[in-house]
């Protein structure tokens, strides 16, 4: 039973024991519940596919980004589970944050609409509402490296949340009003690498899941990643796994990068858009010598830097579906979809797949003396919501299918 000492709730999420072998996502019994008193905030870009289809998927991304940033900056050190989704996000936060968090939320709201126009939706769910739901919120911490972590989730209570701020009947008594308004401080968000080619091929995003007739046969999520590493030939357990998106002689660094305008647009929104330009473009500046001569520029060492980089990416993470952004050959690509559709005909699994030539990272560096940096890594063209809107579809049929049975 979880205390009811606001300061030891607050460090739920901080005393949860790491693990750093990605199998075990698969360990169910690892995964230990969010206090009662516990909300989840969740956002999402509304007709992310408008966007998506004029071409702005990188906007799109920056807003998701943008909203974990806002958050873990109000949250005084507070550590926080998240969970990154290409056109939205999802972060859990006690009850002592709730109100600064929901403001910050809202601040990025209001950023996204004057400086993007687009529409963000967002909503705070507490954790007994989602469980009543029928969406329990179960949490493990992954170690990338020591001090970046990711949130994997089990339960349910994530796709419940996200059912529920789609649905404007039932999000209505959830949704963080218009008039709660705040300027969101966005500090160490940044997209200064350029977009990542396909060192093989093809970048894949992929989010699968075993059905409930999948788990009752026996397939269940460790079965499923076997699957995959026998069709694809690789590990997706191991740290390099051959398929990581984000490598050396992947990552591209230009002089000014091609995204400052719209980091200087985003960021500087509270903070003063010249004052934003005039750091981007020095620290930009100063990371290109660095990368050109291989020197230290003060606390940034280029080569330490990039190493700790491919480690702190969330191209494989887990929130009750597993989720993967894989840099693979035409030819895997296309015996990893007769395989997923097979075993989507056979009614073990769910899936959504979208492939594109690059993948889009965008960052969140807080410390590079401490070496506290995540990237976000999704592929390019749409990436995770072209992908969520496939598994949907075949989730809504398979549910047709029962039915009719």
């Known amino acids: 039973m979880v205390s009811d000492s606001p300061d030891l709730e607050s460090r739920f999420y901080a005393d949860l024991p790491v693990f750093s072998d990605f199998s075990g996502i698969g360990d169910d019994a690892a995964y230990r519940p969010l206090p009662e008193s516990w909300s989840l905030l969740a956002c999402d870009i509304v007709r992310s596919s408008d966007a998506i289809a004029a071409g702005r998927y990188k906007d799109v991304n920056m807003v998701g980004a943008a909203a974990i940033a806002a958050v873990l900056n109000v949250s005084k050190g507070t550590e926080l589970p998240f969970v990154f989704g290409g056109d939205g996000a999802m972060i859990a936060v006690p009850g002592s944050l709730k109100e600064k968090a929901s403001a910050a939320l809202a601040g990025v709201r209001r950023m996204a609409g004057s400086v993007l126009g687009l529409a963000l939706r967002a909503a705070s769910f507490p954790v007994g509402d989602l469980s009543e739901a029928g969406g329990a919120l179960r949490v493990r911490k992954f170690e990338l490296s020591p001090g970046n972590h990711l949130a994997m989730f089990a339960g349910g209570g994530l796709e419940v949340a996200d059912t529920l701020l789609k649905d404007e009947a039932k999000a209505a008594a959830y949704l963080i009003g218009e008039e709660v308004e705040s300027d969101a401080a966005l500090d160490g968000l940044s997209c200064r690498w350029e977009p990542l080619p396909a060192r093989n091929g093809r970048i894949v995003s992929l989010m699968v899941r075993p059905t409930s007739a999948g788990l009752a046969a026996g397939y269940d999520l460790p079965a499923l990643i076997a699957g995959l590493e026998a069709i694809l030939g690789s590990s997706l357990v191991e740290r390099q796994t051959g398929a990581e998106p984000v490598r050396k002689e992947t990552l591209r660094h230009r002089f000014p990068p091609s995204g400052l305008m719209r980091e200087v647009r985003v960021v500087g929104f509270r903070s003063g858009q010249l004052k934003t330009f005039a750091k981007a473009l020095f620290e930009c500046a100063a990371a290109a010598y660095a990368y050109a001569t291989a020197r230290r520029v003060g606390p940034f060492d280029p080569v330490r830097y990039v190493g700790e980089l491919q480690q702190n990416t969330d191209?494989?993470?887990?929130?009750?579906?597993?989720?993967?952004?894989?840099?693979?050959?035409v030819a895997q690509v296309d015996v990893l979809s007769a395989y997923l559709e097979g075993e989507y005909r056979r009614g073990r699994l769910v899936?959504?797949?979208?492939?594109?030539?690059?993948?889009?990272?965008?960052?969140?560096?807080?410390?590079?003396?401490?070496?506290?940096?995540?990237?976000?890594?999704?592929?390019?063209?749409?990436?995770?919501?072209?992908?969520?809107?496939?598994?949907?579809?075949?989730?809504?049929?398979l549910d047709a299918k029962e039915r009719a049975n």
């Open 315 to 329: 191209f494989r993470k887990f929130d009750d579906t597993l989720r993967l952004v894989l840099d693979l050959t």
């Open 351 to 397: 899936y959504g797949l979208h492939g594109a030539s690059s993948a889009l990272m965008t960052c969140l560096v807080f410390s590079l003396e401490q070496s506290r940096h995540i990237h976000f890594v999704d592929g390019g063209d749409g990436g995770f919501s072209e992908a969520a809107r496939e598994f949907k579809e075949r989730v809504a049929l």
